[in-house]
């Protein structure tokens, strides 16, 4: 089976940076597409970014040209670089994850603890 663990995340003062970092963790046999989602209080769970395992990446349209996702593939590890960072992107951020265990070579959906991120002044 594998996991996802999830560091970085806290507070941040508007126009400031944070970096999050997510391992996949376990005995993997292969990751497929890594991304990140997030979660404000009262609304839905949305897309924020992903990348694939050919390098792709597809951002939400409020993110675009402030965040970065990025991939270790050596250390099963996904990145998101937030920068100019704004009021309205607190929320509760998860790491999600196409991987496949060696356990039965099945790809299945995994989803990080979620890690908080506040932007305020």
């Known amino acids: 089976q594998g996991k996802l663990v999830e560091s970085g995340g806290g507070l941040a003062q508007p126009g400031g940076s944070l970096r999050l970092s997510c391992a996949a963790t376990g005995s993997i046999f292969s990751i497929d597409d890594m991304g990140w989602f997030r979660q404000a209080p009262g609304k839905l769970r949305d897309l924020v970014a992903v990348?694939?395992?050919?390098?792709?990446?597809n951002y939400a349209d409020s993110v675009k040209g402030r965040f970065t996702i990025s991939r270790d593939n050596a250390k099963n590890t996904v990145y998101l670089q937030m920068n100019s960072l704004k009021p309205e992107d607190t929320a509760v951020y998860y790491c999600?994850?196409?991987?496949?265990?060696?356990?039965?070579?099945?790809?299945?959906?995994?989803w990080g603890q979620g890690t908080q991120v506040t932007v305020s002044s």
């Open positions: 999600n994850a196409h991987l496949a265990a060696y356990s039965d070579y099945v790809v299945r959906n995994y």
């Open positions: 990348i694939y395992s050919d390098g792709d990446t």
